[in-house]
């Protein structure tokens, strides 16, 4: 499979890309520093550089033509101010989706947030956060062409993966490391069925293939 996935020089993105292209696939990684291109080729992805925040729909769909999924993994990061919450953590989002159906490509996956919600309260900038993903996340579930899968890690944490995780609609707080929700990702892009699902995901007890197979097949 060809992948497209944006943000691709995030740290789940890059054990994502790596763990595809391992795999087989044809990972691509979206950036907007030329300079982390070789970061990129590292871990056996294709870097194609183009900021999120600025491209057209149109100049996005070029780069999605032939791609038989998408991840959307790009975010502001924790220091950034409320204005990128909206432009990268919503708008860029929201573009991605609309670029996805201009380009013809059903797949989408999305790396969201525990606890979303358009209707989250207060004024401090996680709160803008969680708002800006909600509403990220409600545009991209609104998309009849999409087969969408959202999924919303816990913490995350760069301890080493253990493959066992907890993978329900609602899991409750807890942490996850980096590893596994790119496993994670990597097994969903690999089941049809997940489409249409909000996953959230932390450390769990069930092995990762076994849990992704079960959340589909209810």
Do not use: C
């Amino acid at each position: 499979m060809r992948i497209v996935i944006a943000g691709g020089h995030g740290q789940i993105a890059l054990r994502l890309e790596r763990l595809l292209a391992a795999r087989g696939d044809e990972a691509v990684g979206i950036i907007r520093n030329p300079e982390q291109a070789d970061d990129l080729r590292d871990v056996g992805a294709e870097p194609v550089v183009l900021d999120l925040e600025s491209a057209s729909v149109e100049e996005t769909a070029e780069v999605l033509r032939g791609a038989d999924a998408l991840v959307f993994a790009a975010g502001a990061g924790p220091d950034s101010d409320p204005t990128r919450k909206d432009t990268v953590d919503r708008g860029a989002a929201v573009l991605f989706a609309d670029a996805a159906e201009r380009a013809g490509v059903r797949r989408y996956v999305v790396v969201s947030s525990m606890g979303a919600d358009a209707g989250h309260p207060g004024h401090e900038v996680f709160d803008i956060y969680q708002r800006a993903k909600g509403e990220a996340d409600e545009y991209v579930r609104s998309r009849p062409s999409l087969d969408w899968t959202i999924l919303r890690p816990g913490m995350l944490t760069n301890d080493a993966g253990t493959g066992q995780i907890l993978l329900a609609a609602s899991t409750g707080r807890g942490p996850v490391p980096r590893d596994d929700v790119a496993a994670t990702l990597a097994e969903l892009l690999d089941t049809p069925a997940s489409a249409g699902l909000t996953l959230e995901l932390i450390s769990g007890n069930v092995p990762l293939t076994v849990a992704v197979k079960g959340i589909a097949g209810n």
